[in-house]
């Protein structure tokens, strides 16, 4: 296992559209995350997984998002109806975590959108 | 929203030299952690620090948390060429699950 995978690397999409990003974690992390960054800024917390249970989401996140980690391996980060607003780098990252321990996060190259 | 602020923003210099960039932050944390990013790529984990450390080292990396002025510094000695990325600081806070929450970041450029 070489770290974590995103795919596609680029995407460009109309306004509209839909677009569907994947990412494998480390297999043997528990944890699996989504952060979002735009030129300039550090990456914003997007969601959160601990095996297949979504246990927070950023307010940032509106309901045209929605992200899947069916049985706790691979997720899916859904955005619909894509805005020039949603234009930025989406980063996947995972971990291992336990109820008060504290680890570094691995994150993959990031998936980067551009809305048109 | 972001819970550290880096300073400076950018900070340019030759190799050999030592880089220092600090990091403020908000709230009572559990640990810090220190990542740095490549143009357009993701972010690699450096260094984490935990409240009740005041200094760690890793190579050519010093880092040290003061949780009485809620700061802390990232020091690169001896910088490379190869040193130039954007550094960031991130927090996780007390009693939290671990979320990150990171800063604005520093842009260190190291010329040969």
């Known amino acids: 296992d070489t770290g974590v995978s995103q795919d596609p690397r680029h995407k460009i999409t109309k306004r509209g559209q839909n677009v569907t990003f994947r990412c494998d974690p480390i297999?043997?992390?528990?944890?699996l995350y989504w952060y979002r960054q735009t030129l300039g800024q550090g990456p914003e917390f997007l969601t959160y997984f601990q095996n297949e249970a979504q246990l927070e989401k950023s307010r940032l996140l509106s309901d045209r998002f929605s992200a899947e980690r069916p049985k706790g391996s691979f997720s899916t980060l859904e955005i619909q109806r894509t805005e020039q607003g949603d234009s930025a780098m989406y980063l996947c990252?995972?971990?291992?975590?336990?109820?008060?321990?504290?680890?570094?996060?691995?994150f993959g190259s990031g998936t980067r959108l551009t809305v048109v | 929203s972001q819970q550290g602020e880096e300073d400076p923003q950018a900070l340019s210099i030759q190799e050999g030299e030592n880089a220092t960039m600090n990091c403020s932050y908000k709230t009572s944390i559990n640990n810090l952690q220190w990542y740095r990013q490549n143009s357009g790529r993701g972010l690699v984990h450096l260094i984490l620090i935990r409240s009740n450390e005041r200094e760690k080292h890793s190579g050519r990396l010093r880092v040290t948390l003061d949780t009485s002025k809620k700061s802390s510094s990232l020091l690169i000695t001896a910088s490379r060429a190869a040193d130039t990325a954007s550094y960031f600081c991130a927090t996780v806070e007390v009693d939290s699950w671990g979320k990150l929450q990171f800063g604005a970041g520093t842009q260190v450029v190291v010329t040969p």
């Open positions: 297999s043997e992390h528990n944890r």
């Open positions: 990252a995972s971990s291992l975590g336990e109820k008060q321990s504290y680890y570094g996060y691995t």
